[in-house]
């Protein structure tokens, strides 16, 4: 399957439609003319690729899916995780930050935000004039999201939060954090509220820049909220209903790093065919030798199944189907074939591909964290295991 095809259950045809085809060119234009040529150097640095981010809102990548008449572009998923695995393919940074945008801040302000919230957040968030984070993870409260520590009470006109949140992508950087916390524990679960909180609230506190294994251009902190008084209509959905929020939020969370690994997988077969192809011992090219073709068949196995996957999920999120299943499917096959297809290419270069000159051991540090955020391998196996005895059950197996 080549880069130009898509997975459609049960349809006709997996070729991409002519706009979908023009977005992966645009994207990939962008991202090689503007991004190749610095993320090496920001991996080096840590620093957060502003100009870039600014260039990419100019072009509707950080409200992709978001209709025209809320500041997006109004393009289908498909689109959103091409225009995702083309930025990683570059550089997964890029990738992440345009991924939390659309997929975290965006999507639950546009499924669950009323009309006024849409109109003061989703517009700018949309338009990248602001950009967000997402704030749900907690010391104690991350594979089991549902035990947040982080409280809300309401006092007058507003709620009064308190509490922190770690490991929060575009955290420095960040002009609106959507938050989770209790407002009423003894509820557990279902004593979740959303709130959407500007970053500049008093009390509100963003933590030191983390030093990462990897993604190093993407800003991670802690944020902490002590007594930050949150105006009392800035809590969105239900009153209680917050974590249907975040569950619903992360199953295109799941698909948008999915689409991240997919590029970064991608972008090691690349390297390591473009290596087996330069690269000459015992007078052979050394991709004529049997191990190094087996580490790129591998490779391409790999790489092509994510693809199906990838795409086949976002493919029925545009359908309005069922995919719960195939989110997690998608999200844990793609970021281990990163992480394999990474470390193939650096087996094709030998002692080089340990050197940062070469781009491949940055593709392994970056493809590492894919296995662990948006839900690690392991709650995507119990999704995926839940779902498939639902549907025995439903079929009466």
Same mark, same amino acid.
């Given at each position: 399957?080549?880069?130009?095809?898509?997975?459609?259950?049960?349809?006709?045809?997996?070729?991409?439609?002519?706009?979908?085809?023009?977005?992966?060119?645009?994207?990939?234009?962008?991202?090689?003319?503007?991004?190749? &040529?610095?993320?090496?150097?920001?991996?080096?640095?840590?620093?957060?690729?502003?100009?870039?981010?600014?260039?990419?809102?100019?072009?509707?990548?950080?409200?992709?899916?978001?209709?025209?008449?809320?500041?997006?572009?109004?393009?289908?998923?498909?689109?959103?995780?091409?225009?995702?695995?083309?930025?990683?393919?570059?550089?997964?940074?890029?990738?992440?930050?345009?991924?939390?945008?659309?997929?975290?801040?965006?999507?639950?302000?546009?499924?669950?935000?009323?009309?006024?919230?849409?109109?003061?957040?989703?517009? &700018?968030?949309?338009?990248?004039?602001?950009?967000?984070?997402?704030?749900?993870?907690?010391?104690?409260?991350?594979? $089991?999201?549902?035990?947040?520590?982080?409280?809300?009470?309401?006092?007058?006109?507003?709620?009064?939060?308190?509490?922190?949140?770690?490991?929060?992508? $575009?955290?420095? &950087?960040?002009?609106?954090?959507?938050?989770?916390?209790?407002?009423?524990?003894?509820?557990?679960?279902?004593?979740?509220?959303?709130?959407?909180?500007?970053?500049?609230?008093?009390?509100?506190?963003?933590?030191?820049?983390?030093?990462?294994?990897?993604?190093?251009?993407?800003?991670?902190?802690?944020?902490?909220?002590?007594?930050?008084?949150?105006?009392?209509?800035?809590?969105?959905?239900?009153? $209680?209903?917050?974590?249907?929020?975040?569950?619903?939020?992360?199953?295109?969370?799941?698909?948008?790093?999915?689409?991240?690994?997919?590029?970064?997988?991608?972008?090691?077969?690349?390297?390591?065919?473009?290596?087996?192809?330069?690269?000459?011992?015992?007078?052979?090219?050394?991709?004529?030798?049997?191990?190094?073709?087996?580490?790129?068949?591998?490779?391409?196995?790999?790489?092509?199944?994510?693809?199906?996957?990838?795409?086949?999920?976002?493919?029925?999120?545009?359908?309005?189907?069922?995919?719960?299943?195939?989110?997690?499917?998608?999200?844990?096959?793609?970021?281990?074939?990163?992480?394999?297809?990474?470390?193939?290419?650096?087996?094709?270069?030998?002692?080089?591909?340990?050197?940062?000159?070469?781009?491949?051991?940055?593709?392994?540090?970056?493809?590492?964290?894919?296995?662990?955020?948006?839900?690690?391998?392991?709650?995507?196996?119990?999704?995926?295991?839940?779902?498939?005895?639902?549907?025995?059950?439903?079929?009466?197996?």
């Amino acid at each position: 399957m080549s880069s130009e095809a898509i997975a459609a259950p049960g349809g006709l045809s997996f070729d991409l439609s002519l706009d979908q085809q023009a977005v992966r060119e645009m994207v990939r234009d962008f991202a090689e003319a503007e991004i190749r &040529p610095i993320a090496a150097k920001i991996d080096v640095t840590h620093e957060f690729p502003h100009q870039n981010v600014k260039k990419m809102a100019e072009l509707g990548l950080l409200g992709m899916f978001v209709p025209e008449a809320y500041g997006g572009a109004g393009m289908d998923y498909v689109s959103y995780v091409i225009a995702i695995e083309e930025l990683s393919r570059v550089c997964a940074s890029h990738g992440v930050i345009a991924s939390v945008n659309n997929s975290l801040v965006c999507y639950p302000l546009m499924a669950y935000a009323n009309e006024k919230q849409k109109q003061k957040y989703l517009v &700018p968030l949309a338009r990248g004039e602001k950009l967000g984070a997402y704030c749900l993870t907690e010391s104690n409260a991350g594979s $089991n999201a549902a035990n947040q520590q982080t409280t809300a009470v309401l006092k007058g006109d507003a709620w009064v939060l308190n509490g922190a949140k770690i490991f929060i992508t $575009n955290a420095g &950087p960040s002009d609106v954090l959507i938050t989770y916390a209790a407002t009423d524990r003894a509820l557990g679960p279902k004593g979740i509220s959303a709130f959407i909180v500007d970053a500049d609230t008093p009390g509100v506190r963003k933590g030191k820049l983390e030093q990462k294994l990897g993604i190093h251009a993407s800003d991670t902190r802690e944020i902490y909220y002590e007594n930050a008084r949150v105006p009392r209509e800035n809590l969105f959905g239900e009153l $209680n209903k917050g974590y249907a929020v975040a569950l619903a939020t992360l199953g295109g969370g799941r698909i948008g790093i999915a689409a991240q690994a997919l590029g970064i997988a991608q972008a090691s077969v690349e390297a390591a065919v473009k290596y087996a192809n330069e690269r000459t011992q015992f007078d052979r090219k050394i991709g004529e030798f049997d191990a190094i073709r087996a580490m790129l068949a591998d490779s391409a196995i790999e790489l092509e199944t994510s693809r199906l996957l990838v795409y086949q999920s976002a493919w029925l999120r545009d359908q309005g189907r069922a995919h719960i299943k195939e989110a997690s499917l998608a999200k844990w096959h793609a970021s281990e074939a990163a992480t394999k297809c990474a470390n193939w290419a650096i087996q094709v270069h030998g002692g080089y591909g340990y050197l940062s000159e070469f781009s491949v051991e940055r593709y392994w540090r970056d493809a590492r964290i894919t296995e662990i955020y948006e839900g690690t391998t392991e709650v995507q196996k119990m999704v995926v295991a839940a779902q498939v005895l639902k549907e025995r059950a439903i079929a009466g197996d």
